[in-house]
């Protein structure tokens, strides 16, 4: 549906964006992902039209759209800071773009009272100064007021960044539930990992304006392409050479190579297979987070390894115990 072909951005002598190519599916929600300042933001803006690109093509369903003004690419955009009118209640609001457009009185109430029932606005609060509002409530704002258009895109930069955690959680829930519903092609841009991994289809992560990795959640952490997407997405294990060289790990891995493995991918029970490594160690750290508890160990021979381990009652490991470590093979990365 949206393909970037060639997208190069500059702002003078800046790159902000390097021969960009990406194609994203009708109906998919697409994350862009990536640090401050890698140019997840740019591309989305470029998408919108804020940002004209500097060369190549931006193509909607085969339509070149590059230089089309914004009114006419029907594509709504959700702002982090949300850009609300603070002079107009949330009726208002809403209904600003289909008023804009000249739509019937009657067709702007219907259609402003039917998003907001479906973002989970209250009629009292229809009729509330935004400012009277919690960051919660303005969020689903700014959402029905760019659904009420009936986009065939919804663009969101960050639109979760302002608020609590335990807020964030519960829209970010919300927001793929919408998502399924509209069945709207949905473009989020963020830098927060958990948030990608969990309300995507596909993610693109972006450094330094250019695209490392296109792929499921899955595959981007369990097949992270390369160096800078294995460190980026979750937490990982560089691997010590010590550890490699004093285990039989040395007859799988390549000794040119850097390795790595996702803490959870090193267990404290036994694994099955003939490519499952023990190791012997000590722990020296604990931090415990009520479901699970994160170790650090220190491997015999030599380096740390971290592993995480669910809180199931049965184990009860204590900083300084001994203590055997297991790793799959086929869980290393290497770069």
Same mark, same amino acid.
């Given at each position: 549906?949206?393909?970037?072909?060639?997208?190069?951005?500059?702002?003078?002598?800046?790159?902000?964006?390097?021969?960009?190519?990406?194609?994203?599916?009708?109906?998919?929600?697409?994350?862009? *992902?990536?640090?401050?300042?890698?140019?997840?933001?740019?591309?989305?803006?470029?998408?919108?039209?804020?940002?004209?690109?500097?060369?190549?093509?931006?193509?909607?369903?085969?339509?070149?759209?590059?230089?089309?003004?914004?009114?006419?690419?029907?594509?709504?955009?959700?702002?982090?800071?949300?850009?609300?009118?603070?002079?107009?209640?949330?009726?208002?609001?809403?209904?600003?773009?289909?008023?804009?457009?000249?739509?019937?009185?009657?067709?702007?109430?219907?259609?402003?009272?039917?998003?907001? &029932?479906?973002?989970?606005?209250?009629?009292?609060?229809?009729?509330?100064?935004?400012?009277?509002?919690?960051?919660?409530?303005? &969020?689903?704002?700014?959402?029905?007021?760019?659904?009420?258009?009936?986009?065939?895109?919804?663009?969101?930069?960050?639109?979760?960044?302002?608020?609590?955690?335990?807020?964030?959680?519960?829209?970010?829930?919300?927001?793929?539930?919408?998502?399924?519903?509209?069945?709207?092609?949905?473009?989020?841009?963020?830098? !927060?990992?958990?948030?990608?991994?969990?309300?995507?289809?596909?993610?693109?992560?972006?450094?330094?304006?250019?695209?490392? &990795?296109?792929?499921?959640?899955?595959?981007?952490?369990?097949?992270?392409?390369?160096?800078?997407?294995?460190?980026?997405?979750?937490?990982?294990?560089?691997?010590?050479?010590?550890?490699?060289?004093?285990?039989?790990?040395?007859?799988?891995?390549?000794?040119?190579?850097?390795?790595?493995?996702?803490?959870?991918?090193?267990?404290?029970?036994?694994?099955?297979?003939?490519?499952?490594?023990?190791?012997?160690?000590?722990?020296?750290?604990?931090?415990?987070?009520?479901?699970?508890?994160?170790?650090?160990?220190?491997?015999?021979?030599?380096?740390? *390894?971290?592993?995480?381990?669910?809180?199931?009652?049965?184990?009860?490991?204590?900083?300084? !115990?001994?203590?055997?470590?297991?790793?799959?093979?086929?869980?290393?990365?290497?770069?």
């Amino acid at each position: 549906m949206i393909t970037f072909e060639d997208i190069q951005i500059k702002f003078g002598s800046f790159h902000a964006i390097k021969n960009l190519n990406l194609h994203i599916k009708e109906g998919e929600f697409f994350t862009f *992902l990536g640090p401050s300042g890698c140019g997840k933001t740019t591309i989305l803006r470029s998408l919108v039209g804020f940002i004209k690109p500097t060369s190549g093509q931006i193509k909607l369903s085969d339509r070149d759209i590059t230089h089309v003004p914004i009114e006419k690419r029907g594509i709504s955009m959700v702002f982090q800071s949300y850009a609300l009118f603070p002079t107009m209640n949330v009726y208002e609001n809403i209904a600003f773009g289909m008023r804009v457009k000249k739509a019937s009185r009657d067709e702007v109430d219907r259609e402003v009272r039917d998003i907001a &029932q479906k973002v989970d606005l209250k009629e009292a609060q229809l009729f509330k100064k935004v400012s009277e509002l919690s960051g919660g409530q303005q &969020q689903r704002v700014a959402i029905a007021r760019a659904l009420v258009l009936k986009p065939s895109i919804l663009a969101l930069d960050e639109p979760l960044s302002n608020l609590d955690a335990k807020l964030r959680v519960q829209l970010r829930n919300e927001l793929k539930d919408l998502q399924k519903r509209f069945g709207i092609t949905t473009i989020y841009v963020t830098h !927060d990992q958990e948030e990608a991994l969990t309300l995507s289809d596909r993610i693109a992560v972006f450094n330094n304006g250019i695209v490392e &990795q296109v792929g499921t959640p899955q595959e981007v952490y369990n097949q992270s392409r390369t160096e800078f997407v294995c460190n980026f997405i979750g937490d990982i294990n560089k691997i010590d050479p010590r550890i490699i060289l004093n285990s039989r790990l040395k007859d799988f891995i390549d000794p040119e190579k850097i390795a790595y493995i996702r803490n959870e991918k090193v267990s404290l029970l036994p694994l099955p297979g003939t490519e499952a490594v023990q190791l012997k160690g000590k722990i020296v750290d604990r931090e415990f987070y009520g479901l699970y508890s994160k170790f650090v160990i220190e491997v015999a021979g030599g380096g740390l *390894l971290k592993t995480i381990e669910k809180e199931s009652g049965l184990a009860h490991h204590k900083v300084g !115990d001994e203590t055997e470590m297991y790793i799959q093979v086929s869980d290393i990365l290497q770069y």
